[in-house]
Every structure is written in structure tokens, then in C-alpha cells.
């Protein structure tokens, strides 16, 4: 089923991000990760991919594990570095793992690669999936603005272009202080961009997210969080119990002030997926009602 459909039925959508095992790596925990994801039942769950092109084939072969799993997936691919053929040769795994939903990435920029001669933007890979086929689209998005904007308003006009090229909705970059995602709806409704968005969550629970993935998304850090940090970076049980604290506390003010849904980056940890949504079922029950 297309995602765009899903919320044609339902005012917020329920979902999570997994990223796949290295190439080398067997298959067998992310199944199981998948298989307690399931059991959730989310709306989609949706699998990274490397820039590059490396990923693209790990990306395929968990969607289609997601796919057998009863659950729609959203297959994500970038074009930093790919050529049109590529794209073509990733499109075509992507549909034979019975993908009809991927969210159109340029990827980030990797020191030393070439880069790609046919691709720019995620609206050049958009316009190229559009014409391609059947696709549904989903489109990233900056509620702090992407760091290469010069500004707010910029990003927002760059994002109309993504749109214009065929995504149908949005899923945010992961963000702490839920101030900068009201504002950011704020300049999208200002701008007439009506599409569904979902607000991009990670729970803060390891030692390890703070010191990589908050660097790598740049996302700023309110004086809570970084309070939380501070006391428990080295308590592995107290940050984990933070951190989802924090998360389902997000979450609920999110759903409270009508998000169209919350797509939970659960970096392929089901506990943390479970404890969550047994935290936010009952909200999600009511605001979907
Ligand atoms: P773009 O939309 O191309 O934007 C990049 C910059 O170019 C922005 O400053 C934008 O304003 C500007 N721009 C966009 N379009 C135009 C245009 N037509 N003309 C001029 N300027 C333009 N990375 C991965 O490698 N793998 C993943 O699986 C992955 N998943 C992600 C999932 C989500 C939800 C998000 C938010 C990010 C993800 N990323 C992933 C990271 C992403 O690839 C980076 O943030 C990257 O720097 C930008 O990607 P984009 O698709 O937003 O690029």
C-alpha cells in the first residue's frame, strides 16, 4: 500500500527506521529486530541505505523481509553518488523486493567520492523515479534547516522543488526541541506546502548516539537533554530509561498539537520500539479516533 494512501485514512502515522547489517554480516539479528517490530504493527517501517550505491542491495533484501513480514516498507535511496544506471539497476531491486514506497535522498557528501554527473538534488532523483513508474514518495526535511541553506527560507523553497517533483510527503531530520519543528510547520504553511510531515524522533538512550549520530545530524541540544546527558553518559540503565522519557514525552506533545504522525529512528533496538509504543498507544489510539 502506498504511504500516501495511509494517511489519506489516519491523521498520524506510527513507524520506524532500521538501518541494514554490514554486507558481510548475516541476516539473522536484523530479522529478528524486524520480526519484534512487527508485532508493533506501525504503519511502515522504513531501511536506510549507504550513499554511494553499497547499500542498495542490503536496503532490497530487508525490505522484502519487512514486505513477508506483513508490513508496508519505505526503501530509502540517495544519488550523491550514483549514475543514472545506478539509480535504474537500484529501482529495478527495489521493485522485484515488492517496493512501491522510497523516500528520495541525495545522501550526504563522502569525503573523496565522486560525485554523481546525473543527480544534484533529491529533487533530480524524484523527477527521475517519477518518470520511471509508480512510485510513492517521501522527501527529507530540516526542521533546524539543512546546514548547507543559507537560510530558513531557502530550504523551504528547495523543498518546494522536491515536492514539485513528485514527493508526497515529508519525514523530518531527527530534532530534541519540539519548538523548532512547531516554527518549521509554521514557514511550511506560510510557503503553501500542504503535505503530510512526520516528525523524525530519536530517543537519546546510548552512550554511542550521543558521541556519533548527534554529531553527524548537527541537531541542537535544549539544556534537558544536555542535563540528561551530563548526569548519565556513563549509567548505561539510567540514560536508556531517560532517553525514553524524553522520547515519549516529545512524542506526546507532538501528537497533542496535531502531528501527522512520528516516524521513530529506533537504530534497530525493538526494546526501545516496544517501550515507546506501549508509552504512546493509548494517545495514538485517541488522536487517530
Ligand atoms: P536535498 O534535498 O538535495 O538537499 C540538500 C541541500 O541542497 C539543502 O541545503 C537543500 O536546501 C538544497 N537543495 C535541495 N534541492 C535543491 C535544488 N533543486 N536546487 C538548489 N538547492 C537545492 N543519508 C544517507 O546517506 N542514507 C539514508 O538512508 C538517509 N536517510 C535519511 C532519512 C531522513 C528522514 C533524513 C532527514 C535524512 C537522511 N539521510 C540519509 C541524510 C541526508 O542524505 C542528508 O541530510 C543530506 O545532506 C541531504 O539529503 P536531502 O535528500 O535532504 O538533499
Known amino acids: 500500500m502506498k504511504i500516501s494512501g495511509i494517511f489519506e485514512k489516519k491523521k498520524a502515522l506510527w513507524s520506524f ?3 541494514p547489517p554490514k554486507p558481510t554480516a548475516d541476516m539473522s539479528g536484523v530479522r529478528q529486530t524486524l520480526k519484534e517490530l512487527a508485532d508493533l504493527s506501525p504503519d511502515y517501517v522504513s531501511v ?11 536496503t532490497a533484501e530487508i525490505a ?24 535504474e539497476r537500484s529501482l529495478g531491486e527495489l521493485t522485484a523486493a515488492g517496493v512501491t514506497n522510497i523516500l528520495a535522498l541525495r545522501g550526504d557528501r563522502v569525503p573523496g567520492a565522486e560525485e554523481s554527473k546525473d543527480f544534484r538534488h533529491a529533487s533530480d532523483l524524484a523527477a527521475f523515479i517519477t518518470e520511471r513508474g509508480d512510485y510513492d514518495l517521501c522527501g527529507a526535511c530540516y526542521p533546524e ?12 523553497e528547495n523543498l518546494k522543488k522536491k515536492i514539485d517533483a513528485g514527493v508526497t510527503h515529508l519525514n523530518t531530520q531527527l530534532f530534541y526541541d519540539n ?59 539510567s540514560l536508556m530509561a531517560a532517553g525514553i522519557a524524553y522520547a515519549t514525552d516529545q512524542i506526546a506533545d507532538l501528537l497533542s ?33
Open 64 to 87: 522484502s523481509v519487512i514486505k513477508e513480514l506483513g508490513i508496508e516498507p519505505l526503501a530509502h535511496l540517495t544519488c550523491i553518488n550514483s549514475s543514472a544506471a545506478d539509480v
Open 48 to 58: 536506510t541505505c549507504g550513499a554511494g550505491g553499497t547499500g542498495n542491495r542490503r
Open 257 to 289: 498539537a496535531g502531528a501527522r504522525g512520528v516516524h521513530l529512528y529506533v537504530m534497530n533496538n525493538a526494546y526501545v520500539a516496544r517501550t515507546i509504543t506501549n508509552n504512546v498507544s493509548s494517545i495514538l489510539a485517541s488522536v487517530n479516533r
Open 179 to 237: 519548538e523548532d519543528f512547531y516554527r518549521f510547520s509554521e514557514r511550511l504553511d506560510k510557503a503553501g506546502i500542504t503535505v503530510p510531515v512526520q516528525a523524525g524522533i530519536m530517543p537519546l538512550v546510548k552512550k554511542s548516539h550521543v558521541d556519533k549520530t548527534i554529531g553527524l545530524s548537527g541537531a541542537k541540544l535544549p539544556g534537558k537533554i544536555s542535563r540528561m546527558i551530563a548526569r548519565f553518559y556513563d549509567d548505561p540503565d
Open 145 to 156: 534547516c539543512h546546514p548547507e541553506s543559507a537560510s530558513p527560507e531557502e530550504d523551504i
Open 17 to 19: 527506521e532500521v538501518f
